[in-house]
């Protein structure tokens, strides 16, 4: 409960995205490893992908995605209260990739990064709601923000994995909805996790257990690209997202048919395929983007309210179902009003 007894609710006032301008086609691809466009579209839908050029930072794509976010939601970066950003791909080891888009900002506000990979956004919005109606903060600002290109294996090798990802940054502001007459709000969000599964799709390098955590032979076995069971991810993801959407409905009291856009993360175009077929969703009331941008991890979902933004869906009332899957494996499922 909320000051004076009275339930505070949280919603998202401003959305915003950057991508780096680099496309990166499948016969792009083709170039660097035995792939085939074919294949890439057949098995996954994506066309190209966005990588960063040299010296793009994580942290550039943030800003930019951020201050839309923020222009949009009628405030000035110097007015939030905290800033969350959800990464797989942090700028550096340590700190994390926030405190390089705090200091963009300037000033003394808090902030931290958070680590569910590509559930990533789904459980920084739920700390953002918290944080809100607890009445801690007014205004918190999430921003995904991945560079996964400097860190994939462009080598035969690594195909299965770095097909997939793409880079950019997606942000959205959290705020105090304090007018009574207007309903906007985040009615629930549900997250998961089983770590029993954390190898599936992971990256060993850097690990505490190596002696001064990097070494020759970790990098002779290429153990700082990332590993992935694409078959046990697949089946994992099609059983949790339909399962969680259901809960997440459920807890926030909505109906299916009542929700107006399903944004899914972008994994794989078959996955989402998959999960609208057994949540029996029409195609209509769903939008993907992974065909322009491939995986971009905690990024792709802010990604897609901000296109979905630019089209014209959320407006006033339009309720938004937000669901997600990634490695841990963690997932989790949203419902918003706008
Ligand atoms: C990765 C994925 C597209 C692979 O599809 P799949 O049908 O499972 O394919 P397989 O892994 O069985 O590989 C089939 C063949 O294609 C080959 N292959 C793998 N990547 C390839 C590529 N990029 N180009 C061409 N061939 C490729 C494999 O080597 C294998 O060859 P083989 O039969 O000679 O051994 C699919 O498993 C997937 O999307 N999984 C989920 C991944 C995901 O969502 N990750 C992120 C979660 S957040």
């Given amino acids: 409960m909320g000051i004076g007894g ?32 074919e294949w890439i579209v057949q098995r996954s839908g994506i066309r190209e992908r966005r990588w960063v050029s040299e010296g793009e930072t994580p942290a550039d794509l943030a800003e930019v995605a951020s201050r839309t976010a923020c222009e949009r939601a009628g405030i000035d970066p110097e007015e939030l209260d905290c800033i969350i950003v959800p990464t797989l791909s942090s700028q550096y080891e340590f700190p ?30 739920s700390i953002a709601n918290a944080l809100v109606i607890s009445g801690q903060y007014q205004r918190v600002l999430v921003c995904g923000a991945e560079v996964h290109s400097t860190g994939l294996d462009k080598s035969t090798e690594g195909r299965d994995v770095t097909v997939l990802f793409g880079d950019g940054a997606g942000a959205i502001v959290v705020e105090a909805a304090e007018d009574d007459s207007n309903p906007a709000g985040i009615l629930d969000v549900t997250l998961h996790a089983q770590g029993k599964y954390a190898k599936k799709l992971w990256v060993p390098w850097g690990s505490a257990l190596f002696p001064e955590r990097l070494n020759a032979d970790a990098l002779d076995e290429r153990l700082h690209f990332p590993r992935m069971d694409g078959r046990h991810v697949f089946k994992n993801a099609v059983t949790r997202m339909p399962e969680v959407m259901a809960e997440s409905l459920d807890a926030a009291g909505v109906k299916k048919p009542d ?33 322009r941008y491939g995986n971009c991890s905690a990024a792709s979902i802010p990604i897609l309210l901000s296109e979905a933004h630019d089209e014209g869906l959320l407006e006033p009332g339009k309720l ?11 997932w989790g499922s949203a419902v918003v009003r706008f």
């Fill in 96 to 125: 994390g990739t926030s405190f390089f888009l705090q200091e963009r900002f300037g000033g003394t506000v808090p902030c931290f990064d958070l680590r569910a990979q590509c559930t990533g956004f789904i459980y920084s919005l």
């Fill in 320 to 330: 938004v179902c937000l669901t997600g899957f990634g490695s841990g494996f963690s």
């Fill in 6 to 37: 009275r339930r505070m609710r949280a919603r998202i006032s401003g959305t915003g995205m950057c991508l780096p301008e680099r496309r990166v086609t499948n016969k792009d691809l083709e170039v660097m490893m035995e792939t085939s466009d």
């Fill in 259 to 291: 929700i107006d856009l399903f944004l899914f993360h972008q994994a794989n175009l078959r996955i989402n395929e998959f999960v609208a077929n057994a949540a029996e969703i029409p195609a209509e009331k769903v939008r993907n983007n992974i065909q």
